[in-house]
């Protein structure tokens, strides 16, 4: 099969994922509440990330998760959508403190990996949007100051922890895992408490960079520059500490132990997609990948791990080898595309790219995650099955799918999604 023909069933596959936007609203509102008394009140329909294929609980806004829509959705020129889950995420804040793991009763005692807030940004630069921009960056100060820099999220070294508020449910553990998204995952050894975990720390430092650049939007200048030290600040912990210059690679940080954990994944990658690395540990990270790689993709673990959970998740620890996530790959992709390692940043995708294509043609879904080993659908660890999902699998096939069929890295395309945009909002003015 030729280049052209693999590009083109790719199309198709993004075509329908723009249908499916549509197609996956969901509402929350007072009528929804009165009928599930687990729903959070959101005033705007979201593109959920289960909508109309997944499984009922998959129907919420989670907070990771509509990140990589809205990235999705300013490729496709959605700004309607992308609005309407910023103005969620907005008064879930004003709300709650923070943005809840989903606008779920039972999840709102933690959150999720802070990576949202860079979508408020690239919408406020497509659209000129002031007056949701003032709103918006004091929901994010609150979040970032209150929750984020709070006692439990804290730890001596400087670097953030993830923690839960009291989850009823969940073994404590458990439950400050499930806010680091990787629910549930080998990589901390069974508790993320004692952990500085690269995804949440890195998160937090494109975090303040939004912080910092809403602020010179706004005229706040000092504020800017305060943000822009605090991201510094974290980054050059970052470094200091996850930085393994032997094995030329970054991991988790142990601050009980004063260690970092031995365990590969394709979290290492995050301080190139937050521009966290030097560009000598950039390329040296970079000959990692082939530890991951296989012809379907990234695995999230170079090999698989034993339960860090006896007794509680022994056979659901999904989150590692031989399973490919979308979110993970994409993050990788990204971030070696960052450092102009663009033809690494392309052995990160194709794989991936092509399994979700071949799968949508002979079902006519995506999923939540994939057996990257097999090809398969079916994996070893699956915690609840492998379910059909959109959401941020859609995301791949629509930002990876351009990175390996029209070449275009993930940075340039978003600003040239956002550049249209401000044209076309600017014309619309007109």
Known sequence: MTDHDDASRWRELDDQ???????????ADES???????????????????????????RSMFAWDTWFSNLALLVHERTDLVRAHVVNYVSMVERFGFMPNANQVALRTRSQTPVFPDSILRLV????????????????????????????HRTPSGLATNADLGDPQLDPR?????????????????DVRRVAPLLTNCALVRYAE????????????????????RA????ALIRELCWDEEAGFFFDYDHVAGRRLPHWSLCGFWPLWAGVATPEQARRAATALDRFRTPY?????DRALPSPHPGMADGDVQWMHPAGWAPLII???????????????????????????????????????YNVVSGGLALPNERYGTIRLHGWTSAAAVLLGRLVHEGTPLDTLLMESESRLRASAGAGEG
Not at 17 to 27: H, N
Not at 43 to 58: F, I, L, N, T
Not at 174 to 190: F, M, S
Request: glycine share 10%; net charge negative.
């Open 17 to 27: 994922v723009r249908q499916w936007w549509d197609e996956d609203l969901v509402t």
């Open 32 to 58: 929804e509440v009165r009928a599930d008394p687990n729903a959070l009140y959101l005033p705007e329909p979201y593109a959920s990330g289960g909508g109309r294929v997944g499984p009922p609980w998959y």
């Open 125 to 152: 630069r497509a659209t000129g949007d002031t007056a949701l921009l003032h709103r918006a960056y004091a929901a994010m100060v609150t979040e970032y100051t209150g929750y984020w820099c709070a006692e439990h």
């Open 174 to 190: 458990l439950a400050a895992e499930a806010e680091t998204g990787l629910d549930w995952t080998p990589l901390y050894d069974g």
């Open 210 to 229: 939004v912080l910092a650049e809403c602020a010179a939007l706004l005229g706040k200048e000092a504020d800017a520059a305060e943000w822009r030290a």
């Open 232 to 235: 510094q600040e974290r980054a």
């Open 297 to 301: 993709g990234l695995t999230t673990t």
């Open 331 to 369: 993050m990788t992709a990204w971030g070696l595309d960052r450092y102009g390692l663009a033809e690494r940043a392309r052995e990160a995708s194709e794989g991936f790219v092509a399994l979700m294509v071949r799968h949508f043609e002979e079902t006519g879904e995506l999923y939540e995650k």
